[in-house]
């Protein structure tokens, strides 16, 4: 299949049966599956947002001065919206294609392999919207009791941030879903990528490279654009350059991530 | 190249058994029949209309029960019929009538709102056949069915798979089972090396690769070696040891000739069965001409 029908799947009802079959699992268990990211942040914000905050003072950002709890609200919104759709992405699917072999069954209907893959990046991106949306409503709360300052209106972008943000980090996160040769293996690019890029993306602290090299890759990372976007909403309600550059980011990694999955994934699914 | 050359088809309200040894093709050739892998070479048409022209329409039109157990386990019996039928279009029509049609042919009924993990192995592959049928198919790929069922599990699977073929669908069957094979098929395919060796009616198959006869001499036949030699003189291919017996399938004459020339011999002679074909294939080498 050509580059422009794996792409053009996205809006194929195939790729939205796959996300439907997601959605419905998940609406069965969703007590469950809301309680982690739920208390993820309060978790965050008391070990860093409050713990470190009598630490940390006149921190400004964008001229603006804000407390450190303020400036982690906007890095949990990136946090989240990164590590929801990357670990959805990698264990999740994995489940579904290695141990419930959801994927053969699938595949053995009139839903195509790039359904398959477009249906799982959608979902991760869904998954990713909700969590960033519970995140959210947590900040809310922690404006309302003072913990942080933060432009309420502006927190009902986020989960359409994360949505775009999640798109990127799903399709590139099933490239190794594709290759791992067992689940054990996810720890190479959980400790390798995941961590790594979580944290060093102005999340929980602000990166400012000085080598033009580094300065230019990170421009590039939609979770350090998805962190600056959603910082400079909440704190200014003005993304400034970065809603740009997350559309940006997320194209460039969203196109050669999946057509990339799909191959690797014909390869370890179909054997083609 | 795994699969060369090898042409089959299958009519409406019959069985086509594909037969052959572990790593003859079998696999490759159901892959690329479901539309997983395009031939290098050749064309797959269904019901006239060229498979990769017609590829959606195709798809809408197969179904497919894989070896595997890939029902979906996030969901209860009858939601595995209805996620399934999710996966067609055009969308299945009087969905909800055809899930309960379904969970009452199958006996599924008292399970519908259970998950299929309460399911014996027997029922897991009846709501697996059932699945793959939920959107009223007219052609049905069942590879190994009951590979793994007890033996009133499998007849029940019989029972099933004749009646779909009374409603005229066409079904293509791999299974390593010989009587299931010889007993369902109307017509078998037997594939070795990738190639066709053998195709059309059960018997006819055996008769054109096998022969009349298979005779059976016993471990403790003191004549044994003298008969696989003489035998093997006549140019008998297809000696088979098997626990010490020697299963050789021969002509009407050779027969006659034994029979006179080792009269003090003890063997038993019975007509040739699938059993006998598919050890005399896994145990060579070379191609049946």
């Given amino acids: 299949m050509s580059a422009r029908t794996n792409l053009g799947a996205v809006a194929d009802w195939r790729s939205w049966a796959v996300l439907r079959r997601n959605a419905l699992v998940f609406a069965r268990n969703w007590r469950t599956a809301i309680i982690p990211p739920a208390m993820e942040p309060v978790i965050f914000f008391l070990a860093f947002g409050l713990g470190l905050s009598g630490y940390i003072e006149g921190l400004t950002y964008r001229g603006v001065e804000i407390n450190y709890a303020t400036y982690v609200a906007a890095g949990l919104i990136a946090y989240t919206g990164f590590g929801t759709p990357f670990y959805e992405a ?29 249906g799982e990046i ?28 933060v432009k309420l209106p502006f927190l009902l ?16 996160a099933l490239i190794f879903t594709a290759i791992v040769p067992a689940i054990d293996h996810m720890n190479y690019p959980v400790f390798l990528i995941g961590w790594p890029v979580s944290l060093v993306s102005n999340t929980f602290f602000p990166v400012e490279p000085k080598s033009p090299v580094l300065h230019a890759l990170m421009q590039l990372n939609p979770v350090y654009q998805l962190a600056e976007c959603a910082r400079g909403l909440l704190v200014i ?3 400034g350059p970065h809603l740009g550059g997350l559309l940006a980011s997320t194209a460039l990694f969203l196109v050669p991530c999946t057509l990339v999955s799909i191959r690797l994934t014909r390869r370890r699914v179909l054997g083609d | 190249m795994v699969v060369d050359h090898l042409d089959l088809s299958c009519r409406r309200g019959t ?33 006239g209309k060229p498979f990769a022209e017609n590829r959606a329409e195709v798809k809408r039109s197969i179904g497919v029960c894989t070896q595997d157990d890939s029902l979906d386990y996030d969901f209860t019996v009858a939601q595995n019929l209805f996620i399934y039928a999710s996966y067609f279009r055009p969308r299945v029509a009087d969905l909800n009538t055809r899930v309960a049609e379904l969970l009452d042919r199958f006996e599924l009924a008292p399970y519908a709102d259970a998950s299929p993990h309460v399911l014996s192995g027997g029922f897991a592959r009846r709501l697996l056949i059932a699945r793959s049928i ?36 066409a079904i293509v069957l791999t299974t390593h089972y010989m009587d299931e094979a010889e007993r369902l098929s109307d017509e078998l395919l037997v594939i070795h090396e ?34 696989a030699a003489w035998l093997d003189a006549r140019g008998a291919k297809q000696v088979a040891t098997v626990l010490g017996e020697l299963r050789v399938p021969v002509s009407k004459e050779d027969l006659a000739e034994l029979t006179v020339r080792f009269t003090e011999a003890k063997w038993q002679v019975r007509p040739p069965n699938l059993d006998d074909l598919f050890i005399a294939l896994a145990r060579r080498n070379g191609r049946v001409e």
């Avoid at chain 1, 989960?159 to 990127?168: S, T």
């Fill in chain 2, 194 to 227: 990738g190639r066709s060796v053998a195709h059309g009616e059960p018997y006819r198959v055996i008769d054109s690769v096998l022969g009349d006869h298979v005779i059976i001499v016993p471990r403790a036949e003191p004549a044994r070696a003298e008969i």
């Fill in chain 1, 157 to 172: 972008f986020m989960p359409v941030l994360g949505f775009i943000a999640g798109c990127a980090i799903a399709s590139f």
């Fill in chain 1, 122 to 149: 959608l979902w991760g991106a869904v998954r990713g919207t909700v969590n960033v949306s519970i995140v959210s409503s947590v900040i809310v709360v922690f404006d309302l009791l003072g913990v942080v300052d």
């Fill in chain 1, 237 to 239: 309600g003005n993304p």
């Fill in chain 1, 90 to 118: 990698l264990y999740s699917a994995y489940v579904r294609m290695f141990y419930q072999k959801t994927w053969d069954g699938i595949l053995a209907t009139q839903v195509e392999l790039p359904s398959v893959v477009w």
């Fill in chain 2, 134 to 169: 939920v959107h009223r198919p007219s052609v049905l790929f069942l590879d190994e069915p009951t590979t793994g069922l007890d033996p009133s599990a499998r007849l029940d699977v019989w029972e099933l798979v004749d009646g779909m073929r009374a409603e005229g669908l």
């Fill in chain 2, 15 to 47: 069985v086509l058994g594909l037969l052959g040894p572990n790593g003859a093709g079998k696999t490759t050739t159901l892959r690329m029949l479901y539309g997983f892998v395009p031939p290098d070479e050749g064309s797959i048409a269904y019901a």
